[in-house]
């Protein structure tokens, strides 16, 4: 017999539900990221659940007779992972080049380095994280100047930059017990934002009646 998968629940969940007489058990069976919301088709035997896409066999799993199992498959988190890194990886490249125009010729040269491209954007990024796109533009700036590629000559040239102004480089804090924090991006507000915040509703009235 073929029913209609009903529900997706979470990232990969696909929620089945299977009736009998004297019971309505609601169990959770794991597929591959790519099929979320997408309809899917499940055949239920006495032992093995099987989903399909369309005509594909895209998944089979022990059938599970009690309430809110849970039936994973651990390829199918892997795929999930792949996803979301991937998904990352450009984030953290778009967010890097829309620091500045500067930053898409770096990048360039960046990509011709022997390095990990990965890793060296997110050690630059964490210096935007730490000092402010304000101190790093200038720096990578100079570097792309002197055609010095690579975070360790964006770092230093950030510490000649404070050192000459008699400012100590900030050492960036490590949550060693919580390292998914570390992973956590914060958005730099606009500061006139919080100048709104502080203007006078009676100064603007006068200045627009000082207009009329």
């Known amino acids: 017999m073929f029913f209609p998968v009903l529900t997706i629940v979470s990232c990969i969940y696909v929620a089945i539900f299977t009736h009998s007489i004297t019971q309505r058990a609601e169990n959770y069976y794991s597929v591959s990221a790519k099929y979320i919301l997408l309809s899917l088709i499940l055949r239920v035997g006495k032992y093995q659940i099987k989903i399909f896409y369309q005509e594909t066999l895209i998944a089979t799993h022990q059938r599970g007779y009690g309430q809110g199992q849970r039936v994973e498959d651990p390829s199918h988190f892997k795929e999930l992972l792949k996803i979301k890194k991937a998904a990352k990886d450009s984030k953290l490249r778009d967010r890097f080049l829309s620091l500045a ?29 730490i000092y402010g796109a304000y101190e790093i533009i200038p720096a990578i700036e100079k570097a792309l100047a002197h055609q ?19 400012e100590k480089t900030i050492t ?28 006078d509703p009676d100064d603007n009235e006068k200045e627009e009646a000082n207009h009329v």
Do not use: S
Request: glycine share 6%; aromatic share 8%.
């Open 101 to 129: 125009p500067c930053c898409h010729q770096y990048f360039d040269g960046l990509i011709r380095l022997e390095k990990d491209l990965k890793a060296e954007l997110r050690q630059i990024m964490g210096q935007v994280d």
């Open 148 to 166: 010095a590629y690579g975070a360790i000559y964006v770092k230093n040239i950030i510490a000649q930059n404070r050192a000459g102004r008699h």
């Open 172 to 199: 960036p804090l490590k949550l060693e017990k919580h390292p998914d924090l570390n992973e956590i991006e914060v958005v730099a507000q606009d500061l006139a934002d919080y100048d709104k915040l502080f203007i």
